[in-house]
């Protein structure tokens, strides 16, 4: 059964600092992973898709990748800002199954 | 092109009541999928339906239920409301599934007194 963690749980830093969220999986056998965004009380904004063949994907000041034989993906966000603030959630899809998803980071950047 | 649609956004039940959320996929998506998020559970799904079948079924008791129209527009009913059915549910579609990209709506906040 594929199990996904997030770590850490919470996370604050000042504006302007790069940061890294991670993302492990049990299961290597995935066809891709998706990072989320929720903002409180909101629905998940699709922030980067990384297929299974890919090593990373780029979106902006985004940029995740992916290492499916050691079962981890990271997030890393590039001169933070106080609009980043929110909680970010990892999903990996394994083919016609749903997504299994991470409880997630909650990201604070402070002014 | 517009969003999935999730409606109502808030609703208050009490408990024994049932309740039916309404979801809207963005044109042309014939997959749904439905998810509850709660804080200490996080997010977990509920079932998918693609071209009126569902296709997948997650772990939840038999009182959670839904069915998908033949515009693709999905609902879902839990029946025999309980206090811990209080949660944001989430629906997503895609164009069929599987390995697309899921776009989600905004939720429908559900809270069981």
């Known amino acids: 059964k594929q199990e996904v963690t997030q770590i850490p749980a919470a996370l604050s830093v000042p504006e302007g600092e790069n940061l890294v969220l991670n993302c492990s999986f049990t299961?290597?056998?995935?066809?891709?992973l998706q990072w989320f965004r929720q903002d409180p009380g909101k629905g998940l904004t699709s922030l980067l898709l990384?297929?299974?063949?890919?090593r990373e994907q780029t979106s902006g000041r985004l940029n995740a990748s992916l290492d499916k034989s050691s079962g981890r993906s990271t997030l890393y966000i590039a001169a933070s800002q106080p609009g980043d603030s929110a909680t970010y959630l990892c999903?990996?899809?394994?083919?016609?199954?749903?997504?299994?998803f991470g409880k997630g980071t909650r990201l604070s950047v402070i002014a | 092109k517009a969003g999935v649609t999730q409606t109502p956004r808030y609703l208050i039940k009490t408990r024994g009541q049932q309740v039916t959320l309404s979801c809207s996929p963005i044109?042309?998506?014939?997959?749904v999928s439905w998810y509850q998020q709660t804080p200490g559970q996080g997010l977990q799904f509920l079932f998918e339906?693609?071209?009126?079948?569902?296709?997948n079924k997650g772990n939840f008791p038999g009182r959670f239920s839904g069915r998908q129209f033949s515009n693709s527009r999905s609902e879902m009913n839990v029946s025999t409301l309980e206090l811990g059915d209080s949660a944001l549910y989430l629906c997503?579609?895609?164009?069929?599934?599987?390995?697309?990209?899921?776009?989600f709506g905004a939720g429908t906040r559900l809270s069981v007194l």
């Open positions: 997503a579609s895609t164009p069929t599934g599987g390995n697309d990209i899921q776009y």
């Open positions: 299961d290597s056998a995935i066809y891709n």
């Open positions: 990384i297929q299974s063949s890919q």
């Open positions: 999903a990996v899809n394994s083919g016609n199954t749903p997504l299994v």
């Open positions: 044109s042309g998506h014939r997959s």
């Open positions: 339906y693609f071209s009126e079948t569902q296709r």
